[in-house]
């Protein structure tokens, strides 16, 4: 395992691979039922490969990752780790709000301290108000008191907004997403440049859109082995995510062994790449961008909200896959998995309560109405 370090923080090594909680082993393939057996077994493995960043939230899977994370770290684990949590910005605004907020998350963790800390969704006038009711003051003095080893935020917005946050005050680090596929429509290059200016360390979420990236279609397949490399799709996407001095950890969420076992061989060997490395990359990119239609990392929180139990991710993975493969095989697959199960895009009510959690702000309804037009024209 390669080691970085937070610029404020130099004496604390982290993994370049961080454990990613957003998606974990789960039961029967319902996505609200977290495998705690398999989850404490993959988590395990990992420390024992030297992962040693793990991050969850309070949102995550519902409020149980926080849980369930903090059981599978019992028995000595929690020592070998540097944890991380996160809450929304918006339930910490006031002072008390902040302190109960904090404090509940310790016990669902099962520890009075966390290593990192970081307000979810930050923007610019969520920390104004934060600063303005206490709840800032009150995550600085539980910073203090020891039970926040480091704060930081987690930002899906513009480069613009990220920049403004950056610049507000000494964060220790910061949470973006960023992958190759999509880096011109997030902070990108001249972003990170600006955290590392700041001396704000930066952690990677999605570095493979939701897995997306590592389960690539054979027109991508093929535009990849026109390069010597001999590295698997995911190895592609988090090279690029690690040829970038300013990331200290890119985080992936691991679902089996098999997940964990290729992210670890990439993270060992990860190194600078070439010229023709990166022109690769580009030609890989433009390869995606001429069919690809909907940007979902497969993230999974629409459907956590969804009241008529549209498996959303799924059924967009399926429209996009109708692009570089078969049609007729994704309208066929869409029709026996979905629309005679009563799980159809044609169920979407477009009532708007997936939109707030969506990180790449996309219109679900509008593209679940089109996904389901085109599917069914097969």
């Known amino acids: ?34 495998d705690e057996a398999g989850l404490a077994r993959l988590l395990h493995q990992a420390i024992e490969a030297g992962v040693n960043y793990v991050d969850t939230g309070w949102s995550y899977f519902g409020g149980q990752s926080e849980r369930c994370l903090g059981r599978a770290l019992r028995g000595g684990w929690r020592e070998r780790v540097r ?16 302190e109960g907020q904090l404090s509940g998350q310790l016990e669902r963790l099962g520890t009075d301290r966390v290593d990192f800390y970081l307000l979810e969704g930050l923007t610019r006038e969520g920390l104004g108000l934060l600063e303005r009711q206490g709840g800032l003051a009150a995550l600085e003095r539980a910073r203090s008191q020891g039970r926040i080893g480091h ?40 972003g990170l440049r600006h955290a590392a200016a700041r001396k704000v360390g930066v952690v990677v979420a999605e570095p493979l859109r939701g897995g997306a990236l590592a389960r690539a279609a054979p027109v991508v397949e093929e535009a990849w082995s026109l390069s010597d490399r001999p590295w698997s799709p995911a190895e592609w996407a988090l090279r690029w995510v690690w040829d970038r001095t300013e990331v200290v950890t890119a985080l992936c969420g691991m679902r089996s062994e098999g997940h964990l076992s290729t992210n670890l061989r990439a993270a060992a060997a990860a190194g600078a ?16 961008r001429t069919r690809r239609r909907v940007p979902c990392t497969s993230c999974g929180s629409c459907q956590l909200v969804c009241s008529k ?31 005679q199960l009563g799980h159809g895009a044609d169920q979407c009510l477009d009532c708007g309560n997936c939109a707030p959690g969506c990180p790449k702000h996309i219109p679900v309804g509008e593209r679940l109405a089109e996904a389901h037009a085109y599917l069914m024209s097969a």
């Open 309 to 339: 139990q549209i498996e959303v991710s799924n059924i967009f993975s399926l429209y996009n896959e109708a692009m570089f493969e078969s049609k007729a095989a994704a309208a066929a697959e869409y029709r026996m998995a979905y629309l």
């Open 83 to 98: 944890l991380a949590t996160q809450a929304p910005a918006g339930l910490l605004a006031s002072e008390g709000a902040a």
């Open 1 to 34: 395992m390669q080691y970085r370090f937070f610029p404020r923080v130099p004496g604390l090594a982290i993994s370049a691979l961080g454990f990613g909680s957003v998606r974990l082993p789960t039961l029967g393939g319902d996505p609200t039922r977290i």
């Open 273 to 288: 790449l070439s010229s023709p490395d990166l022109d690769r990359i580009e030609e890989v990119r433009r390869t995606y």
């Open 151 to 190: 704060l930081g935020f987690a930002c899906s917005g513009s480069r613009h907004e990220f920049e403004g946050l950056v610049d507000a005050r000494d964060w220790d680090l910061c949470q973006v997403p960023l992958n190759f596929l999509d880096s011109e429509n997030q902070i990108g290059p001249e």
